[in-house]
């Protein structure tokens, strides 16, 4: 049997080892098992582990948002704990169907519902480049776990940037593909207009390999359009003729640390010298009214999807003497803090009197978003800024400041709202921890951000394995 290195072995890699019957997938997984045992505990990336190998490929790590037959699935979330599904997501079924085994369930926070992977009931996950540091959120279990060599490859959930923005922080590659092109059946509900599933992985070719095997039409999901051309593994190593657009408004914002935006602006340069042609675009109104568009609407969905949670169905319950006060209980033991924020506030912006001032014109808005983007990108293949506006941060140091919290997704919730793909790719350090690099294209343009980014990671050369782990 090979050396199974899990820190530096990507998922075509594995494939490779698997093909040329180096390697079984039965030890392919054993190894990967063993690398949790020994490196999870500091880092709490799984909520729950699978033994047993059930299937003949590369194995893979499952946000537990995703609906999985048999394994307990949480959404990081006490009101569901004890809750095993008995059906498998879409996404799940898929990959169960092209033969990768589960390795287990990620962390997340609740609901998928932060930026830090610190509001999961079950305790927070840490980055493996520091873990004194958030991972980032809310998949910032499946990201860390990519990261430090305990799972090749993973799916997470995308509302407002949970894939981008952890792959960012963690020195990963992440997709939140075009949204309705990945079927959210079985998917625990945070915002359905805004939720969508895509890969992480070690490669952008690693990220294009796992979006062919999720994507595409589902009867189960009426939002779903299957993708207009096949998801293709890109080769790309220049980029002459590709037109990359930056945001004027990414000058203005001082959010963005120092460090982020010098790792920024040498990707940008390197583009540049790989032959693409750089440009300046305006979307004054993302910027100015992104985020308080997002925690409109978000929280409105939230509010109407996590009604279902009252302690009749499924999930623990509190017991009282009538129906009402059993469910008021119930609902109070088993959210937390941040389910609850958005829960009222979502429940406030779709009452009586205030549905047409706060989730109405927050649709209109939505909708000049969509348009500004769209302007945008007829004259640019590809939208360029930082992912996120900082390197990962210490654990407690925004615990407590939701808006600052809130403040992580400034630049990844624009093109979420919009519904357009986004691909992470990591750019650079900044005091020692990863910068990630985001590329926005317009609706069904995941190809193109697979050649662009696989352009970009090769001449970057940036190694995913964090420092302390070599």
Same mark, same amino acid.
């Given at each position: ?8 072995l990507t ?15 039965a030890?392919?997984?054993?190894a990967?098992?063993?690398?949790i045992?020994?490196?999870d505990p ?13 299937g003949?490929?590369?194995p893979?790590?499952? %946000? ?7 394994v307990?699935?949480t959404? #990081? ?5 004890g ?7 879409t ?7 092209? #033969? ?6 990620t /962390? ?6 932060g930026?830090?992977?610190?509001? =999961? ?10 873990? *004194? ?12 776990a ?5 799972a090749p490859?993973?799916l ?6 949970s894939? %981008?923005?952890? =792959?960012?922080?963690c ?14 059946? #079985?998917?625990?509900?945070?915002a359905?207009s805004?939720?969508q599933?895509?890969?992480?992985a ?9 979006? =062919?095997?999720?994507?595409g039409?589902d009867?189960?999901d009426s ?11 890109p ?16 000058g203005?914002l001082r ?8 790792a920024f ?20 109104? *993302? ?10 609407i ?8 996590l ?21 008021e209980?119930?609902?109070d033991?088993?959210?937390g803090?941040?389910? %609850? ?9 779709? *009452? ?11 649709? %209109?808005?939505?909708?000049l978003?969509?348009?500004e983007?769209r ?12 992912? =996120?506006?900082?390197?990962?941060f ?6 407590a400041?939701?808006?600052?919290m ?16 986004g691909?992470n790719v ?5 005091? #020692? ?6 590329l926005?294209?317009p609706q069904?343009?995941? /190809?193109a ?9 090769r ?12």
């Amino acid at each position: 049997m090979a050396v199974i290195d899990t820190l530096r072995l990507t998922a075509e890699e594995a494939t490779g080892l698997l093909e040329r019957r180096e390697v079984t997938a039965a030890e392919l997984h054993e190894a990967y098992r063993e690398a949790i045992d020994d490196r999870d505990p500091e880092l709490h990336t799984y909520l729950r582990v699978v033994d047993e190998c059930v299937g003949d490929g590369v194995p893979i790590a499952l %946000k537990d948002v995703i609906s999985t037959r048999g394994v307990e699935t949480t959404a #990081g979330s006490r009101i569901l704990e004890g809750y095993t599904p008995v059906f498998d997501a879409t996404v799940a079924g898929r990959c169960r169907a092209a #033969g990768l085994p589960l390795l287990g369930k990620t /962390n997340t926070d609740e609901f998928a519902m932060g930026s830090s992977t610190e509001n =999961s009931a079950f305790g927070p996950s840490r980055n493996p480049w520091d873990p *004194s540091r958030v991972p980032g959120g809310s998949g910032g279990g499946t990201a860390a776990a990519v990261s430090a060599g305990l799972a090749p490859w993973g799916l997470g959930s995308d509302t407002g940037g949970s894939i %981008k923005q952890p =792959s960012a922080l963690c020195g990963n590659v992440g997709l939140r593909p075009t949204y309705g092109t990945v079927s959210r059946y #079985g998917i625990v509900a945070f915002a359905s207009s805004l939720d969508q599933v895509g890969p992480v992985a070690k490669t952008v070719r690693d990220v294009a390999l796992l979006t =062919s095997i999720i994507a595409g039409r589902d009867p189960a999901d009426s939002t779903t359009v299957d993708h207009p051309e096949p998801i293709r593994l890109p080769e790309r190593e220049e980029l002459r003729g590709v037109r990359l657009g930056i945001p004027r408004q990414i000058g203005d914002l001082r959010a963005i640390e120092p460090g982020v935006r010098a790792a920024f602006e040498t990707s940008v340069e390197l583009a540049r010298s790989l032959g693409a042609e750089i440009g300046e675009c305006d979307l004054p109104l *993302s910027f100015e009214y992104g985020m308080p568009c997002y925690y409109l609407i978000a929280p409105a969905e939230a509010s109407s999807n996590l009604a279902r949670y009252d302690g009749v169905r499924y999930g623990p319950r509190v017991d009282a003497d009538g129906y009402r006060e059993m469910v008021e209980r119930t609902r109070d033991a088993g959210f937390g803090p941040e389910p %609850k924020r958005r829960i009222m506030l979502g429940t406030y912006a779709l *009452s009586a009197g205030y549905y047409d001032a706060f989730y109405g014109q927050a649709q %209109k808005v939505r909708t000049l978003l969509v348009r500004e983007h769209r302007d945008a990108l007829e004259r640019f293949d590809a939208l360029i800024t930082p992912t =996120s506006p900082t390197v990962a941060f210490p654990i407690g140091e925004r615990a407590a400041d939701p808006l600052a919290m809130y403040a992580c997704d400034l630049l990844t919730i624009p093109s979420c709202l919009a519904g357009l793909p986004g691909l992470n790719v990591p750019c650079g350090l900044s005091e #020692g921890l990863p910068v990630g690099l985001q590329l926005i294209g317009p609706q069904f343009g995941e /190809n193109a951000l697979f050649g662009i980014g696989h352009a970009l990671e090769r001449a970057l050369g940036f190694d995913p394995v964090p420092e302390r782990l070599r």
